[in-house]
């Protein structure tokens, strides 16, 4: 199977036993490896259905401060994409169950070159790459190359996406299409837009691949409300928060908090 | 015609930003393209260049610095240090707010590093009545602080930007945040050729006015094109503005100055075409100075306006095809030509603009007699009297 179609089947398998799939995100290396690696099986036993795995880049533009912060103690470990691949080929090796896919911005893949990532991405176990710098226009070099290596190549679409546009943008999306739910950058609030149920069913209607919903989804009573709306609901910097408060002791709170994240996915 | 309708230079420029701005960029360049063919808009900005910003500037012959670098050249400096605010920056902030009157956006949005372009943005935003927010990075603002003062009696509001470096590159990433967020409200004013498509291509073509009239004025002067036009490079927006209505004339050779700080081996420099190596920041691919895994390095200078990692796409590519040529000279070059013009000429130049002068010196034993060079002068050094004044008696600027 592709790295694409796990990622799909994962979130058709909770979609099957009739709930939003929950996708968590991490930055890897935040605020070191082995403390990501246990947030990732604090995860799994949680019931998370995919992973989101950022790494971390200098100048995260599409980031609020929450994910910066998280960004900058990552980077004090001065990470490589070949350290990423390796410690997720590492995971894989000792049966990690999750599909993970990287969240980067452009920069690092296009230097280590794209065919390469694909390549070894593939080998290490990957299953796919979200790249928030990468809008359609740009980013026919790298769904060349996703599509060679069965890899996701996951799209975003913002509520500012002209309805004709987020068409042709969900054609290339693979694995699901990532509904930016907020015209923003990431981090947890406290409003979601009011016509998000609306704009996420318009979207589901075009989209051939599972619409996932995300940015500043927080709260159990959030992802209740969305997850008849979504086939998967991103919950992101409330889970930085509670690493950057709780460093190495983190793992046991965001299983926890995950855990109530998937309950409350569930389409009651 | 470049850009291109992807907005590249070659293989540089595009777009690489985040989806929710992709229809703003699509909306600002039909926008701008509409209005680039309307004669109202154009009388109404060459009505504000001349009567407010203080255009044309004169083509000035500098005799007693010709003298002193041997006598056998002629050399001409292009003054937009006498603009209003004392730089080339307001020819871009003009047009652009302009542009983002037009386009019915009242919340006008920028960055800075030293403050030249905030400044300029927070005086065309006060001419205009338009509110305006201004991002400097956390240190730049203690750097220099009387240009927060400044940006602030002109009605801006200043916001220290705490993340990352904490400089210009930070301050690009948190306007590019706002203006995320406030896209359907708000007008980003990018202070250089550099960004997402089309911004490169609407600040080289406001400052193109720079080298329009440098032809027209040396043609009437010499009765020939120049030999040679040099022109300091930060982001790159004076030396495109002055490179632009001369790259087809072959014959004249553009030259770009990057700044080499304390050396290209340091690390401590600003040379992005010189020595860096192509990648995506800021919505472009272009030239930057980054690590072997790609992230952004810090970028270093005497001259707080040339301070930042990348450049403009559209020097990229004539970097690339050999049309323009691009070299650095290092804080201590910069510092001696500042000193050269201010006691020559009676001028205190920009430490940016110093760097194109430095260049001049260093190159200008091997150049034949008659040799006609025109310097971009692109700034006044006011605003850097007191970093060098500190800087020569022995604390680092
Ligand atoms: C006087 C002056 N010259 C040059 C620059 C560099 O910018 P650019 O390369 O865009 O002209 C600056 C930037 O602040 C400046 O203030």
Redesign the interface.
Known sequence: MTGAEKVRQAIEEANRKARAALIPYLCAWDPDLETTRALLWALAEAGASVVELGFP?????????TI?AAT?RA?RH????EDFLEFVAGLYAEDYPLPIVVMG????????GLKRFAREAREAGLCGAII???????ARPWLREARRRGLASV????????AE?LER?AQVSTGFLYY?SV???TGARDRLPEDLALRLDLCREVSPVPVAVGFGIARPEQVKMLAPHAEAIVVGSALVKIVEAEGSRAPEKVKRFVKDLVSAAERS | MLPNK?GKFGPFG???????????LAELEEAYRRLKRDSGFRRELAWYLREYAGRPTPLYPARRLSEALGGHLRIYLKREDLLHTGAHKINNTLGQVLLARRMGKRRIIAETGAGQHGVATATAAALLGLECVVYMGAKDTVRQAMNVFRMELLGAKVIPVE??TQTL??AI?EA??DW??N??TTFYVIGSVVGPHPYPMIVRDFQSVIGREARRQILKLEGRLPDMVIACVGGGSNAMGIFYPFVRDQVVKLVGVEAAGQGLESDRHSATLTVGEP?????MMTY?L?D?????KGAHSIAPGLDYPGVGPEHAFLKECGRAEYVAVDDEEALSAFRLLSETEGIIPALESAHAVAYLVKIADRLPRDTIVVVNLSGRGDKDVAAVRDYLSGKTA
């Open positions: 880049f200098s100048d995260p533009l599409a980031d609020g401060p910066q900058q980077l001065q990470p490589s994409l911005y452009y920069n690092p893949f296009f230097r280590f928030p710098d990468l809008p359609l226009e740009e799209m975003l679409v913002a509520p500012t996406t002209p546009r943008i930016v015209t923003g950058i | 992807q595009g777009r690489f930003v985040p989806e929710t701005l992709m229809p703003a993340s990352g590159k930070d990433n590019i945040r995320v967020t896209v359907e990648g995506v920041l800021h919505g930057l980054q072997r895994v790609g992230q952004i």
